[in-house]
């Protein structure tokens, strides 16, 4: 063996090595590499000391609740002035040196006013879709868009909708696909590379603020969306579903009707061998599906429970051993973060003590990592028995601070409504 290593051993081989270990933790896309709030980061820090980890450095940025991605040392942020427009933003992770910028004209404003949504890098290209359905492909290189569209007023769509386009693309193969909603679309999927229309479907439903989820379902891969229901608060609510789509061609593979969210925003989860978890806010709770390709190759859903004591606001819930955990705080319910077993069973809840309120989850080297939706960064470890703190710091200005957060290369980004810090998590 240690011949074979002498053989081998190369100074360039070895850097490049170096190289992909610092930049192996990417943080590409909304929900991070597979969408579902997991990171594979080793050496993850089990303690802080008592003036919280170390910031390793500080932006300012304007207001909203758009979350940053990260791919080979550089973060990308959708940033936005409502009075100008929207702004992609390119920074240095070691550094948080502003390296490039570019912005767009889409004023306006609406309630819970500034940015939106998380962009996406694939290859040497960044995707975003501002709060005004503004679709662009920028090169990452040149720093200029290479196509652009609007997935709202192309498709139909008038007045934008209560709290603006929510949308984080997806990448699948050579398509990029994002739920427009609008009257004329519900799914879109573009070429990447050209920005040429390959397939939509009809609307499907009224319009919501979730984003296109992957699930495996009997070993084929899904997009799974979730459309809103109607009526306001207090009324009945009719419409809302959940779909499966196939990816290639947008064909609408099966449905599950027994879905009412007013103002749906988690992404589906999934939670695999062809289960898949809904949850949202304002009263809708919680509903496990189970998703089963047929003999005749159609798809049958079943629903296996539904449950008020278990939801999220803004963000779908992370999974550990089996055991799901979501911020469940909404406008009518104060449950804190809140841990359920597979079949629906609520282990605990943590309420008002400590109130997590529309925050931001990472799974990560067998913790949670967590960002309060206020003022606190937490680190968790995950256990149905208890909710067991490891260590907590206040680190963000008070406020609705409910943006995704992003992890690399031991670094997690976190904001509130004024800056973008980085701050050093692993070892």
Request: hydrophobic letters at 35%.
């Amino acid at each position: 063996m240690k011949i074979i290593l002498k053989r081998f051993f190369n100074p360039l081989v070895i850097a490049l090595l170096c190289l992909s270990n610092v930049y192996g933790q990417d943080w590409p896309q909304y929900l991070g590499p597979n969408r579902n709030s997991e990171s594979d980061q080793k050496n993850m820090l089990r303690s802080w000391p008592e003036s919280g980890p170390e910031v390793l450095w500080t932006v300012n940025i304007g207001i909203g609740y758009g979350g940053p991605v990260i791919k080979d040392g550089k973060v990308y942020l959708l940033d936005r002035d409502d009075k100008v427009g929207d702004n992609m933003r390119c920074f240095e992770l070691s550094t948080g040196k502003e390296l490039w910028n570019f912005p767009y004209d889409a004023p306006g404003s609406v309630m819970f006013p500034g940015s939106r949504s998380v962009p996406l890098v694939d290859n040497a290209r960044v995707y975003s879709s501002g709060p005004y359905g503004d679709l662009y492909c920028i090169d990452i290189n040149t720093h200029k868009p290479v196509w652009e569209k609007n997935i709202w007023t192309d498709y139909g769509g008038g007045e934008i909708p209560r709290w603006a386009i929510t949308q984080c693309p997806l990448i699948y193969g050579d398509l990029l696909i994002v739920a427009s909603q609008a009257p004329d679309a519900g799914m879109l999927a573009y070429d990447k590379m050209s920005g040429n229309l390959k397939w939509k479907t009809p609307t499907l439903g009224a319009v919501g603020y979730v984003s296109p989820s992957p699930v495996k379902i009997s070993g084929e891969d899904h997009i799974v969306m979730i459309s809103a229901s109607s009526g306001g608060r207090g009324e009945p609510q009719t419409g809302g579903k959940v779909v499966g789509i196939e990816p290639l061609t947008g064909k609408i593979l099966w449905e599950y009707d027994n879905w009412k969210c007013r103002i749906p925003a988690p992404s589906a989860f999934d939670a695999g061998n062809g289960k898949v978890l809904i949850v949202g806010g304002y009263e809708a709770g919680a509903a496990m599906i189970q998703v089963e390709k047929k003999a005749d190759n159609s798809y049958g859903v079943t629903e296996l429970f539904k449950t008020v004591e278990f939801g999220a606001h803004t963000k779908p819930p992370v999974m550990h051993n089996g055991y799901f955990y979501a911020q469940y705080t909404t406008n009518e319910r104060r449950d804190g973060l809140v841990c359920m077993s597979m079949d629906g069973e609520i282990m605990w809840k943590t309420k008002r003590e400590p109130l997590f309120d529309k925050g931001s989850m990472i799974h990560v080297d067998g913790l949670i990592l967590a960002t309060d939706g206020n003022k606190s960064l937490f680190l968790i470890e995950p256990d149905p028995t208890a909710f067991k703190p490891l260590a907590s710091a206040e680190m963000l200005e008070p406020g609705q601070n409910w943006a995704p957060i992003a992890l690399s290369d031991g670094k997690v980004l976190i904001r509130d409504q004024s800056r973008l810090m980085c701050v050093k998590v692993a070892e």
